[in-house]
């Protein structure tokens, strides 16, 4: 496994080809590729990678609230799924499978990266918005199938605290007129496309303009999500402590009025399937620990 570890990313490439980018800024993922060097993530033309702002694709980190939360005091300050995807994560290190003792084949070597962001390193003006002490950490699991990424917060203080949690995740397609997103059935959903409507999916969820729905899958998150393409599975995601699925396209309008959103018609390249746990505040007592993750595999 190669690691190279620049001052503002970090990359791993497998014996056997993929590879992985993390931009620190955010701990965001910005590239994935299969063995044959195809980009699983969809990423702008336009996106901001010196810092900015927030990446427009990729897997975006929602933390420590779920878009904006008016309502909830204690996040109602923050921007806009919270500070973590504008955040400086440090390196923590790595773990390969294919280390010296192990007797992994490199057909099956893995590599994990860790990441860091806590009060300590937080900058000063999120701290003032949102003063508890809190630990996070972000692994970032590259296999020979698939990726996993999972978040692990510690309420550190003596305060508790609420907060959610979300993958924010651009997953790349062909075309959008040919995807179907099928595990969501029978699920209830926040549809929040002209007013906030709670429905029920019957059948596979076909994208035809702007989408933007908060499900809660009726057959629980070790069930699999997969998102297909002329019939063709393109990717499976499980989730693990994530309870809800987040399905969004912004279409042609909601495109054009995003600055950082470049091809225009590049929704027609991307479904964002968010998982999350952003229905409900989870609640930290002092010492508390919530881990959340999603293995997307092809
Ligand atoms: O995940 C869907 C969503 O909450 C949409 O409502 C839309 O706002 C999208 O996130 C992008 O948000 P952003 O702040 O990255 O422009």
């Given at each position: 496994?190669?690691?190279?570890?620049?001052?503002?990313?970090v990359?791993?490439?497998?014996?056997?080809?993929?590879?992985?980018?993390?931009?620190?800024?955010?701990?965001?993922?910005?590239?994935?590729?299969?063995?044959a060097?195809?980009?699983?993530?969809?990423?702008?033309?336009?996106?901001?990678?010196?810092?900015?702002?927030?990446?427009?694709?990729?897997?975006?980190?929602?933390?420590?609230?779920?878009?904006?939360?008016?309502?909830?005091?204690?996040?109602?300050?923050?921007?806009?799924?919270?500070?973590?995807?504008?955040?400086?994560?440090?390196?923590?290190?790595k773990?390969?499978s294919?280390?010296?003792?192990?007797t992994?084949?490199?057909?099956?070597?893995?590599?994990?990266?860790?990441?860091?962001?806590?009060?300590?390193?937080?900058?000063?003006?999120?701290?003032?918005?949102w003063?508890?002490?809190f630990?996070?950490?972000?692994?970032?699991?590259?296999?020979?199938?698939?990726?996993?990424?999972?978040?692990?917060?510690?309420?550190d203080?003596?305060?508790?605290?609420?907060?959610?949690?979300?993958l924010?995740?651009?997953l790349r397609?062909?075309?959008?007129?040919?995807?179907?997103v099928?595990?969501l059935?029978d699920?209830?959903?926040?549809?929040?496309v002209?007013?906030?409507?709670?429905?029920?999916?019957?059948?596979?969820v076909?994208?035809?303009?702007?989408?933007?729905?908060?499900?809660?899958?009726?057959?629980?998150?070790?069930?699999?999500?997969?998102?297909?393409?002329g019939?063709?599975?393109a990717?499976?995601?499980?989730?693990?402590?994530?309870?809800?699925?987040?399905?969004?396209?912004?279409?042609?309008?909601?495109?054009?009025?995003m600055?950082?959103?470049?091809?225009?018609?590049?929704?027609?390249?991307?479904?964002?399937?968010?998982?999350?746990?952003?229905?409900?505040?989870?609640?930290?007592?002092?010492?508390?620990?919530?881990?959340?993750?999603?293995?997307?595999?092809?």
């Amino acid at each position: 496994v190669n690691i190279s570890h620049a001052n503002s990313r970090v990359s791993a490439v497998l014996p056997t080809g993929e590879s992985v980018e993390v931009l620190l800024f955010g701990a965001t993922v910005i590239s994935w590729k299969d063995r044959a060097g195809n980009e699983k993530l969809w990423l702008s033309d336009a996106a901001k990678l010196d810092g900015s702002k927030a990446v427009r694709g990729g897997i975006p980190l929602v933390f420590p609230v779920f878009g904006t939360a008016p309502d909830h005091a204690a996040t109602s300050k923050l921007p806009q799924h919270g500070f973590a995807r504008n955040s400086k994560w440090e390196f923590l290190g790595k773990s390969s499978s294919e280390s010296a003792l192990s007797t992994t084949s490199p057909s099956d070597a893995s590599v994990k990266l860790d990441f860091g962001l806590s009060s300590a390193t937080l900058d000063e003006k999120s701290k003032t918005l949102w003063p508890y002490t809190f630990s996070a950490i972000y692994s970032v699991t590259l296999t020979t199938e698939g990726l996993s990424t999972g978040i692990v917060i510690t309420n550190d203080g003596k305060e508790p605290f609420e907060s959610q949690v979300l993958l924010h995740t651009y997953l790349r397609i062909n075309d959008i007129t040919k995807v179907e997103v099928t595990g969501l059935e029978d699920s209830e959903y926040i549809d929040k496309v002209g007013g906030v409507q709670t429905k029920l999916q019957s059948g596979a969820v076909t994208i035809t303009g702007e989408t933007d729905r908060v499900y809660t899958p009726a057959k629980g998150p070790a069930s699999p999500v997969v998102v297909s393409e002329g019939g063709e599975t393109a990717f499976s995601i499980v989730r693990d402590n994530l309870k809800e699925v987040v399905v969004w396209n912004p279409w042609t309008e909601k495109a054009a009025g995003m600055g950082d959103f470049e091809p225009k018609d590049g929704f027609k390249n991307m479904i964002c399937v968010e998982a999350g746990s952003v229905r409900a505040w989870t609640n930290l007592e002092p010492g508390d620990v919530f881990d959340g993750a999603q293995t997307i595999s092809y």
